[in-house]
């Protein structure tokens, strides 16, 4: 079991500037007292009872912990220390300061397959080792693919946020009900037993969006999205697709494969000629072809208003809560330090919908 330190993590760290808003708490830099050293702290509000809707399971941290101890990658996010108090959990670990991928590749002017797929090999060497260890990320999407740093020319890719993350034990079956309805695979909207498989599903939407800038599910509900993604409705339309290699799209096709036995392994990926090329046709190809700058910049512009929106509403969605419910002055100052403990329709819809999606079929 992972040991948390009970010491107060001030006295170690000196805490700074908040970072980003997770589910639970907020992440913030942290300056280590003795050496100096920039880490980052994920600060995790724990639920305190049993009846009590706010903050989150011991339990859960304690699996997201296990899950990035047992993890020691360069494109993975690393682990330092844990820290415990009466209210809330800290992860010290490795800062992360180049923010997210996306938003990088939307700042350029112009990107070529080839330059694309380092970005994405990155990520497959990450998640190609995390599945060797038998464990599953299960909410890979652009949010959660950061840069060590932007001020390079090609930035190292660092793997984020382990909340959902499952290690798997030989034997036992594993169901999972979250996730976001744009990059979950259909077994998980058909609770279906889960396996690895379910993160490169997400790997091949990532790339589709990657090259054209389109979310090849989305509907204008979650519920058209989930029923889209069920029903294998996407394409590559003309318009969007014009400047992607037909090894690319061979690339997708092989990873949006409904039989998560027949979809390609990380491993598949690496070896796949589109990312490893063979012969110098393959590598003219990958030059010759580039991701849709024009619509991606349109689709990264729009992906970061609905995440500044969905945080306003989740604010809004709170004080109403406040003013229902007669709380003691402990529990609405409680309320207002915890500002993400909402009810996350980004991540946890999958469930929910799942059900009104079997009733009205
Ligand atoms: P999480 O709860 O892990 O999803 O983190 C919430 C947000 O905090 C992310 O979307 C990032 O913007 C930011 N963040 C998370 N981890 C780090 C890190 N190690 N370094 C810098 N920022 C981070």
Redesign the pocket.
């Known amino acids: 079991m992972a040991v948390f330190k009970l010491e107060n993590v001030e006295d170690l760290y000196e805490i700074g500037e908040v970072?980003?808003?997770?589910?639970f708490g907020q992440?913030r830099e942290v300056r280590e007292r003795a050496s100096g050293a920039r880490w980052?702290g994920?600060f995790l509000k724990i639920r305190r009872g049993a009846g009590s809707r706010l903050g989150m399971e011991r339990k859960s941290v304690e699996r997201e912990v296990e899950v990035l101890q047992a993890l020691q990658h360069y494109n993975i996010?690393a682990l330092r220390d844990v820290f415990e108090s009466r209210a809330e959990i800290v992860l010290i670990?490795?800062?992360?300061?180049g923010g997210e991928l996306f938003d990088f590749i939307a700042e350029k002017e112009s990107l070529t397959e080839t330059e694309a797929i380092e970005f994405l090999k990155q990520i497959l060497q990450g998640v190609s080792y995390m599945h060797s260890k038998h464990i599953g990320h299960f909410d890979l999407k652009p949010?959660?693919v950061?840069l060590l740093s932007n001020t390079l020319p090609n930035p190292d890719v660092k793997i984020?946020?382990f909340?959902m993350a499952h290690r798997f034990i030989q034997g036992e079956e594993y169901r999972s009900m979250g996730g976001t309805p744009q990059y979950i695979a259909p077994e998980v909207i058909n609770y279906e037993p889960l396996g690895t498989a379910a993160d490169m599903w997400s790997m091949g939407v990532i790339t589709y969006i990657l090259l054209s800038g389109l979310s090849p599910f989305q509907g204008y509900t979650d519920e058209e999205t989930l029923r889209n993604v069920v029903g294998m409705v996407y394409e590559f339309d003309d318009q969007h697709f014009s400047q992607t290699s037909a090894m690319a799209k061979d690339f997708i096709q092989k990873l949006l494969v409904k039989d998560q036995k027949e979809r390609m392994t990380a491993e598949d990926c690496l070896l796949h000629p589109w990312i490893k090329p063979l012969t110098r046709t393959q590598i003219a190809k990958r030059n010759r072809s580039s991701i849709n700058m024009k619509n991606f910049k349109k689709f990264n512009a729009k992906r970061k208003w609905k995440m500044s929106y969905n945080m306003v509403s989740a604010c809004n969605r709170l004080c109403r809560l406040q003013l229902h419910c007669k709380t003691s002055a402990l529990q609405e100052q409680e309320m207002r330090q915890c500002e993400s403990d909402q009810e996350d329709t980004e991540t946890k819809p999958a469930s929910l919908l799942r059900r009104r999606l079997s009733s009205s079929s």
């Open positions: 970072l980003g808003s997770g589910h992440v980052a994920k996010m670990v490795e800062l992360i300061s949010e959660n950061m984020i946020d909340g």
